[in-house]
């Protein structure tokens, strides 16, 4: 199992939490990209929706400070 990178989940939170006009828009086009995605999948317990390929919510992973390479599967070009 892969042990996950605190610190980009710490700036991911961070970012979503008060998003500046260009992380708010690099978002909102990767959330484009998950709505269409057969790994994106709705989680009951946590009425939240997830990326089943890394296992992290998606209304944070948007905000990853990795860049398009953040995507696992590297569907996201930004």
């Known amino acids: ?3 996950p990178d605190i610190k980009e989940i710490a700036v ?3 970012r ?3 998003p500046t006009e260009h992380q708010a828009r690099i978002a909102e ?6 709505d269409s995605c057969v790994h994106k999948e709705f989680r009951t317990l946590t009425r939240t929706y997830v990326c089943n390929a ?3 919510p998606l ?3 948007v905000f990853t400070p990795k860049g398009a390479s953040g995507c696992p599967k590297k569907y996201w070009t930004e």
């Open 59 to 61: 209304q944070k992973k």
């Open 1 to 3: 199992m892969k042990i």
């Open 12 to 14: 991911a939170w961070i």
């Open 16 to 18: 979503a939490a008060n």
């Open 29 to 34: 086009s990767r959330m484009a990209i998950c």
């Open 54 to 56: 890394c296992g992290c």
